[in-house]
């Protein structure tokens, strides 16, 4: 795998294993869902609003073209939408 690749993806078995920076929604079409980023897991108060995702279909893939700038960032997913700063 190179790990200048800003997505790579590992198949076998039936198994799949994806590194990129963004995250899979599976929810429902028509809706809209937030995405937010968090560098510090421990911190409930750190999440903070990314971006606002209205799925065109049921699964979703969004990739976070910001975090080139960010070493680290944990995601996760509420229903939207959310406050981006």
């Known amino acids: 795998m190179n790990p200048d690749s800003a997505a790579q993806t590992l198949s076998w078995a039936n198994l799949s294993v994806g590194r990129y920076a963004g995250v899979t929604i599976d929810g429902v079409a028509g809706q809209m869902y937030g ?4 560098a510090d897991l421990n911190n409930p108060a750190a999440w903070r609003g990314l971006a606002n995702v209205t799925l065109s279909a049921p699964k ?3 990739f976070d073209s910001q975090s080139a700038a960010a070493p680290l960032r944990y995601y996760r997913i509420v229903q939207g939408p959310v ?3």
Not at 35 to 38: E, G, L, P, R, V
């Open 35 to 38: 995405i937010q980023y968090s």
């Open 83 to 85: 406050s981006i700063p």
């Open 60 to 62: 979703q893939t969004w």
